[in-house]
């Protein structure tokens, strides 16, 4: 199956190269993923609770020069549901995901939640990261497990016969997305949808990890991407990117939370750059 190539196209520039969809089978369950383009694998971990579609504009870019790879986070998107919700079932299932693959050392893009299991993969298997860029990721220690512990639900919306719940979670996460771009919420109000009474696992999963026990074991190249106007993640940028041991800062001014999709491609440039 294949998507159109997207629009756009800068004069006297190739087109991008199709989207193409598959699944991976992995010891627990499936993984669908889409790719595009050719070359050195780059592999994107996406956010909870989103799917491969936060990548949806960033593949066609950085597939004209990668083989660039989104994966659906196991229990996430159109993948096999998971029993566990941990930021070490879905690292262990990135691996088994390159094995299916048959990816040897890859470069691993991971945004949000998506940079955190980035750095558990790049922990547990440094063999098979070559490179790491950790956008708007945030850092997880004893004094942020403690604060999320008594956070109340970002996405967990109590169901409403008429529907009141479906605005709801538009009214939660429309602060952190551009005005203007209602089409970035859909997507996300789409996403998390998919997954029903487990649109908090993720979110969970984060705030049980032990990242300050787990960074130092990164011995990849690694960049850090803040977005300015994430208030989340943007404060931790320096922090995060102290505990590794080779590590550049990038900042993009005004991007926000939806940054892949808000502004993929500054996002591609600045991948592509750290990679060459």
Request: hydrophobic share 40%; with cysteine; proline share 9%.
């Amino acid at each position: 199956m294949t998507a159109p190539a997207a629009r756009g196209t800068a004069a006297g520039r190739a087109p991008a190269p199709p989207v193409r969809f598959g699944y991976a089978d992995t010891p627990r369950g499936q993984v669908h993923y889409a790719e595009c383009g050719t070359g050195s694998p780059v592999v994107l971990l996406h956010q909870t609770p989103r799917s491969w579609d936060e990548f949806r504009e960033v593949l066609p870019l950085l597939g004209r020069t990668h083989r660039a790879i989104a994966m659906d986070t196991i229990g996430f998107g159109a993948s096999a549901p998971v029993a566990e919700h941990s930021i070490e079932t879905y690292a262990a299932t990135v691996v088994d995901f390159l094995d299916a693959l048959g990816l040897g050392e890859v470069a691993l893009v991971g945004h949000h939640t998506g940079g955190v299991i980035a750095v558990e993969v790049a922990a547990r298997a440094p063999d098979r990261v070559g490179a790491l860029v950790l956008s708007s990721t945030p850092y997880v220690d004893a004094r942020a497990r403690e604060a999320r512990r008594h956070r109340p639900p970002i996405d967990a919306v109590e169901p409403d016969p008429d529907g009141a719940h479906l605005a709801e979670l538009w009214r939660r996460r429309r602060p952190y997305y551009p005005p203007g771009r209602p089409d970035l919420l859909t997507r996300f109000v789409r996403d998390a949808l998919v997954l029903g009474e487990d649109v908090e696992r993720g979110h969970e999963a984060v705030g049980r990890y032990r990242m300050e026990e787990r960074v130092g074991l990164v011995r990849c190249p690694t960049l850090c991407v803040g977005a300015s106007a994430d208030p989340f993640t943007a404060p931790d940028l320096q922090n995060l990117s102290s505990q590794l041991n080779t590590s550049r800062v990038a900042v993009i001014d005004g991007g926000m939370i939806p940054l892949m999709e808000q502004r993929p491609a500054e996002v591609c440039k600045l991948i592509a750059r750290f990679l060459s």
